[in-house]
């Protein structure tokens, strides 16, 4: 479990126990859209206003302590900030699955941008399709 405090004192904001939880959730479950964030933090301070959790998610956007991964049709999910990875998107449920960048998208990236004249300094691959679970659901 990482020490949410210092992250977001290192981002420029202060640690309070409403964006302590929100990250709290959001680690435990990996992606979760701001009614699901919403839903798990109110369990624990049931005064808390969906408005306060809003204002929260998009201030710790953007300073740089979550990412909004866009997904189609359907209410973006947030996630920590980590290594840079891969988003693989489910257009039909909207699951959300990480995998680790490869050597070869790196060198396509740098490629790419360094042709440009591009300084590269963050980056997010989201790939929308369609995951197995549904697939099958569709199959059968």
């Not at 204002?55 to 900030?81: D, S």
């Not at 960048?101 to 399709?129: A, P, V």
Request: negative net charge; contains cysteine.
């Amino acid at each position: 479990m990482r020490d949410y405090a210092t992250l977001l004192k290192e981002s420029g904001l202060k640690a309070t126990f409403q964006r302590m939880n929100i990250l709290e959730s959001i680690e435990n479950h990996g992606h979760m859209s701001i009614d699901s964030i919403y839903e798990e933090v109110v369990k624990t301070h049931p005064s808390l206003s969906l408005a306060t959790v809003y204002k929260n998610i998009i201030l710790m956007v953007e300073k740089g302590v979550l990412v909004e991964v866009p997904i189609t049709g359907k209410k973006p999910k947030y996630e920590l900030i980590k290594e840079d990875h891969i988003h693989l998107v489910c257009t039909e449920c909207g699951e959300v699955e990480d995998k680790p960048h490869m050597q070869e998208t790196d060198t396509l990236l740098h490629t790419l941008t360094s042709n440009e004249h591009f300084k590269l300094q963050k980056q997010q691959i989201n790939l929308y399709g369609v995951c197995s679970h549904c697939q099958e659901a569709v199959a059968s």
